[in-house]
């Protein structure tokens, strides 16, 4: 069964930093590109980064690029996003995604798009 399982979320401080990762059951996770995405309340999804399969080459968006780094351990199915220098604004809920390519800017932030997609886990940045 295909599965994202993400963990390592929770309350921090701003200023701060925090390690999220995923693990990934049910596929062949070295062929997929990960992403990770997230969602503040009352907002839409926003795309934070990407992390190729292979090649490892990475993205990321302007409003964390910076202070986050993606990385994978395809020997432990596993994408991990460490983000430094937390604001109130990263406060959303995490998710981990998974698709066989690099997705169009246009349909980025639209989940359906996803080939899999995390349960999501809570990241909340006090002042």
């Known amino acids: 069964q295909v599965r994202l399982m993400e963990s390592g979320g929770g309350s921090v401080q701003a200023g701060g930093s925090l390690r999220l990762s995923c693990e990934a059951f049910?596929?062949?996770?070295?062929?997929?590109?990960m992403y990770w995405l997230r969602q503040a309340p009352g907002k839409g999804f926003e795309w934070v980064s990407t992390i190729a399969e292979r090649t490892h080459t990475t993205l990321y968006a302007d409003s964390v690029r910076g202070r986050a780094t993606i990385s994978r351990d395809d020997a432990k199915n596993t994408v991990y996003l460490e983000m430094n220098s937390l604001k109130p604004e990263d406060t959303a809920m995490y998710y981990c995604a998974a698709h066989t390519s690099l997705l169009p800017t246009r349909y980025i932030n639209d989940r359906t798009w996803y080939k899999y997609w995390g349960q999501g886990i809570q990241v909340t940045v006090s002042p």
């Open positions: 049910g596929f062949t996770f070295s062929t997929y590109r």
